[in-house]
């Protein structure tokens, strides 16, 4: 289908280097190309190429991955390897409500949106009023922030304006303290995860669903290593993305 007017949109050159942009039929600013007329993408699609300034490009719709790997940064976000894991486990999909504390960058945020979508919502609680409009601009580029809302507040004693939750998914350091304000939120049988970067946290994380009765209690690190592919030989890269979080999941059950 061909491009229309307002999609989110991005440049490959045969580098490899992207560059995003928000289509219009006028001039476009591309950091790092300058200024270019919108209107030679209309009637482009998926994977057409262009020439500009003299380099040829592809340009394409970007997937879930592509947003995560090009937001603007500020707090630290959730990786898509865990970020598919949490999915997973979790069970998230169309129609699926789900709570979700600490919106960092919207890294997750922007995860969690395309797969609840259409028919989903995810409600976010922020701490931090200058992350919140971070993640807000992220979100705003994947169309899909109509399903989101955020509050602001401190999870472990803020009224929670959202109910029936089916996923409940934490990314602060003490999950455990913000449990009995959180999980009266969750529906039973709906699927909790925290992730937290150490040990310690881990373990408190663990023993607090242990001690409110959840099931499945279940928690494991996440890592991947690339491939180097080469004429005449290929092997695993040298460099491998390992630890970023620690993973804890559970189910919770009816009283």
Same mark, same amino acid.
């Given at each position: 289908?061909?491009?229309?007017?307002?999609?989110?949109?991005?440049?490959?050159?045969?580098?490899?280097?992207?560059? =995003?942009?928000? $289509?219009?039929?006028?001039?476009?600013?591309?950091?790092? $190309?300058?200024?270019?007329?919108?209107?030679?993408? *209309?009637?482009? +699609?998926?994977?057409?190429?262009?020439?500009?300034?003299?380099?040829?490009?592809?340009? =394409?719709?970007?997937?879930?991955?592509?947003?995560?790997?090009?937001?603007?940064?500020?707090?630290?976000?959730?990786?898509?390897? +865990? !970020?598919?894991?949490? $999915?997973?486990?979790?069970?998230?999909?169309?129609?699926?409500?789900?709570?979700?504390?600490?919106?960092?960058?919207?890294?997750?945020?922007?995860?969690?949106?395309? /797969?609840?979508?259409?028919?989903?919502?995810?409600?976010?609680?922020?701490?931090?009023?200058?992350?919140?409009?971070?993640?807000?601009?992220?979100?705003?580029?994947?169309?899909?922030?109509?399903?989101?809302?955020?509050?602001?507040? +401190? /999870?472990?004693?803020?009224?929670?304006?959202?109910?029936?939750?089916? !996923?409940?998914?934490?990314?602060?350091?003490?999950?455990?303290?913000?449990?009995?304000?959180?999980?009266?939120?969750?529906?039973?049988?709906?699927?909790? *995860?925290?992730?937290?970067?150490?040990?310690?946290? $881990?373990?408190?994380?663990?023993?607090?669903?242990?001690?409110?009765?959840?099931? +499945?209690?279940?928690?494991?690190?996440?890592?991947?290593?690339?491939?180097?592919?080469?004429?005449?030989?290929?092997?695993?890269?040298?460099?491998?993305?390992?630890?970023?979080?620690?993973?804890?999941?559970?189910?919770?059950?009816?009283?």
């Amino acid at each position: 289908m061909a491009f229309q007017e307002g999609e989110y949109l991005y440049l490959q050159g045969e580098d490899g280097r992207r560059y =995003f942009f928000r $289509l219009q039929n006028s001039m476009v600013k591309l950091g790092g $190309l300058g200024v270019i007329d919108g209107s030679r993408f *209309c009637g482009k +699609d998926d994977g057409d190429m262009v020439e500009i300034v003299g380099k040829r490009f592809n340009v =394409f719709r970007p997937g879930t991955v592509d947003l995560m790997e090009s937001l603007e940064r500020g707090a630290q976000i959730i990786t898509p390897k +865990d !970020a598919c894991e949490i $999915l997973f486990e979790c069970d998230i999909r169309a129609g699926s409500r789900v709570i979700e504390v600490g919106a960092g960058s919207g890294g997750l945020t922007t995860a969690l949106l395309n /797969a609840v979508a259409p028919t989903g919502h995810v409600h976010t609680i922020e701490f931090k009023q200058q992350n919140a409009d971070r993640a807000l601009r992220n979100v705003k580029r994947t169309g899909l922030d109509q399903y989101w809302t955020c509050q602001i507040g +401190d /999870a472990r004693d803020a009224p929670i304006e959202f109910d029936n939750a089916d !996923a409940l998914i934490t990314d602060m350091p003490d999950a455990e303290n913000a449990l009995d304000n959180l999980v009266p939120h969750l529906r039973n049988g709906g699927r909790i *995860c925290t992730y937290v970067p150490n040990v310690n946290q $881990l373990e408190l994380s663990v023993r607090a669903l242990r001690d409110r009765g959840f099931a +499945d209690v279940r928690s494991f690190e996440v890592m991947r290593r690339g491939m180097e592919v080469h004429e005449g030989g290929t092997r695993p890269s040298f460099e491998m993305l390992g630890h970023t979080g620690y993973l804890t999941f559970a189910r919770k059950r009816s009283v």
